[in-house]
């Protein structure tokens, strides 16, 4: 069975969390980290022997999918650049800041002929990673627009309404670090 080459793009928390995960499933190999601070991306990547970068470009050409852990403003333009490059993505939610990133994303998977998954808390969890169940969407099964009860914006998601609202998302402090 072929292994599916993973990478991940940000090695904060959630991020180093993917990686570990990704090294230890049988069908598939974690072939690099990316951050822009070079001594983490090391840090996550050499223990798991993947390759350590500090631009998200360095994944191109050496991956089949990639998640996205970085902060929620980068999502669109980080995603799109490997979707235009028919790579699968999975982002951590929510998907994007702004409807309009998230429009974008949609846009260029189904241009791309690949998948895009919002990563859920489960979604990485071993019996998980290893199902089909997680919600995924491509051209062919477009995502809903949904609304959480406690999000006064739309939020994408393929089965449940994730992810915070514009507002919230753009009171955020968080930085890519």
Request: one cysteine or more; proline letters at 7%.
């Amino acid at each position: 069975m072929d292994r599916v080459r993973v990478g991940v793009v940000g090695a904060g928390a959630f991020g180093r969390h993917h990686a570990r995960v990704y090294a230890s499933l049988p069908g598939a190999v974690l072939t690099g980290v990316a951050d822009v601070r070079p001594g983490r991306a090391e840090e996550v990547a050499a223990p798991l022997g993947a390759e350590a970068f500090t631009d998200p470009a360095g994944l191109f050409g050496k991956v089949d999918a990639v998640s996205i852990a970085v902060p929620t403003t980068l999502h669109a333009d980080i995603g799109e650049q490997f979707l235009q490059r028919g790579i699968h993505v999975l982002v951590e939610k929510p998907i994007a800041h702004t409807l309009e990133d998230a429009d974008r994303l949609v846009r260029a998977a189904a241009a791309g002929g690949v998948t895009t998954v919002i990563a859920r808390p489960d979604t990485l969890r071993p019996p998980a990673a290893a199902s089909s169940r997680w919600g995924t969407w491509n051209a062919s099964t477009p995502p809903s627009r949904s609304c959480a009860k406690s999000s006064p914006a739309p939020v994408f998601s393929s089965r449940t309404a994730w992810g915070r609202s514009r507002r919230a998302a753009s009171t955020s402090t968080s930085s890519w670090t």
